[in-house]
C-alpha cells in the first residue's frame, strides 16, 4: 500500500536522530533505543562488482538482491528479457528470482489515474509471471473516505485501463465491480492471480502467475512497446544466485548500473557505519517508532504511524507514514510538526521503485 507520507524539510545529523528518539519517549512512545535490535532497508547501492556485497559481512543479510539499472534505454524488450531468462534456466535453484521492469503507455482519457504504468515480467523456480501496476494521481488509503464522491469514477477508470492491459496481454482474466469495488478473477484453472490496493477502490497492481516460463515473452514485448520507443528505465533484479552467476548475468547487455538492495539485522547505532559504506548513492531505512493516532490524541480519528529514518549521503530525513489522515488536510503537516519539533512537507513514495 502507498501511505501517506511527510517528510522533515530538513536534513538531520544523526545525534538529531538520537534526539528525536528521546523526544517520542518522553511522550509515551516505545522509540528505538541506540542499542535496540532494528533492520535496516539498504536500497540503490550502487557497486562496481558483485563481489562488493562482502563490505556488509559484518552484518546480518536478508533479500539480498542486485539490481541492474539501464538510464534511457532504447530496445527490444523481448529479446532483453529472454536473455535473463535463458541465463535464469541455467542458473535457477530454490529461492532463485529473476523479473525485469519496464515502463507502459496506454492512450487513455483519464482524470484519477495517469495513463501510463510499469510492468515486471519474472522467473521463479516453477513459475513465470507478468505484474501490472497502475499509477494514480492522487494516494488515496483503503481507510480514507475523503474520495467517496468520487469512487465511481475512480473503479469506471481503472477497470478500463485494466481492461485494455489485459487485452493487449491476452490474459485469461475478466473484471466485474462488486459493491462498489473492483474485482479481477481468471478462468485459467492452472493459473494463479494476485492483487493489491495500493490506492483504494480496488486492484492497482495484479500478478499472473503461470507454469510455463515462456508464457509471458512476446504479450510482454507488446506491452513494452506502448511506450513508444522513448527512452526507459529498465530495472533487471536478481536474488538468490552466486557471485559467478551474477558475473554471468552481465553479458544480458552494456550499459547497466549494478545496485544492490537487502534487509540488515543490526542496531540504530549501526546507522552511521552503514551509511558510510553505501555512500554516495545508497540509501538507507529504519522505523524508529509506530503508534495509533489515538494512543496520544483521543479527540483525533485513529490512524497507524509509523516514524521513520531515510540516511542518505549528507545525513537524514525524518518521514511520516500514515495508512490515513487522521486530521484534515490542511491541519495534517501543522499536527506533525506539533509532534516531530520541525517543519514537513507531505511527499508520497514514487508508485515504482
Not at 79 to 95: I, R
Not at 320 to 332: F, K, V
Request: contains cysteine.
Amino acid at each position: 500500500m502507498r501511505e501517506r507520507r511527510w517528510e522533515s524539510k530538513a536534513v538531520f545529523g544523526f545525534d538529531d536522530v538520537l534526539r528525536l528518539g528521546e523526544r517520542l519517549a518522553r511522550l509515551g512512545l516505545k522509540a528505538a533505543t541506540p542499542e535496540k535490535e532494528i533492520i535496516v532497508y539498504v536500497e540503490e547501492w550502487t557497486v562496481s562488482v558483485p563481489g562488493e556485497i562482502a563490505r556488509l559481512e559484518g552484518w546480518s543479510k536478508e533479500d539480498v538482491t542486485l539490481v541492474h539499472v539501464r538510464e534511457n534505454w532504447r530496445g527490444d524488450f523481448f529479446l532483453l528479457a529472454g536473455a535473463y531468462h535463458t541465463l535464469f534456466q541455467q542458473h535457477k535453484g530454490s529461492g532463485t528470482y529473476c523479473s525485469v521492469s519496464h515502463p507502459w503507455n496506454i492512450d487513455e482519457r483519464l482524470t484519477t489515474h495517469k495513463p501510463g504504468g510499469m510492468f515486471w515480467i519474472g522467473f521463479r523456480d516453477l513459475h513465470s509471471f507478468i505484474r501490472v501496476r497502475l499509477h494514480t494521481t492522487e494516494v488515496i488509503t483503503p481507510d480514507e473516505t475523503r474520495a467517496d464522491d468520487r469512487r465511481d469514477l475512480w473503479i469506471e477508470e481503472r477497470r478500463r485501463l485494466l481492461q485494455s492491459v489485459i487485452a493487449l496481454l491476452d490474459l485469461p482474466i475478466e473484471s466485474e465491480v462488486k459493491n462498489r469495488k473492483l474485482m479481477l478473477r481468471t478462468t485459467e484453472e492452472s493459473a494463479a492471480l494476485f492483487c493489491s490496493w495500493p490506492d483504494a477502490f480496488g486492484p492497482c497492481q495484479f500478478e499472473y502467475n503461470f507454469p510455463d516460463a515462456f508464457e509471458f515473452l512476446v504479450p510482454a514485448g507488446r506491452l513494452a512497446a506502448t511506450h513508444g520507443g522513448e527512452p526507459a528505465v529498465v530495472r533487471a533484479y536478481l536474488t538468490g544466485f552466486s557471485e559467478s552467476a551474477l558475473k554471468e548475468f552481465e553479458t544480458t547487455g552494456p550499459g547497466a548500473r549494478h545496485a544492490y538492495r537487502c534487509s540488515i539485522h543490526g542496531q540504530l547505532l549501526d546507522l552511521p557505519e552503514l551509511l558510510s559504506v553505501i555512500r554516495p548513492d545508497g540509501r538507507l531505512y529504519t522505523t524508529l517508532c509506530e503508534f495509533q493516532t489515538q494512543e496520544l490524541f483521543p479527540n483525533i480519528e485513529n490512524a497507524w504511524v509509523i516514524i521513520g529514518v531515510v540516511g542518505m549521503d549528507g545525513g537524514y530525513k525524518i518521514e511520516a507514514r500514515l495508512n490515513r489522515a487522521p486530521l484534515p488536510e490542511n491541519e495534517m503537516a501543522g499536527w506533525l510538526e506539533t509532534l516531530l519539533g520541525f517543519p514537513v512537507a507531505y511527499a508520497p513514495l514514487p508508485p515504482f521503485p
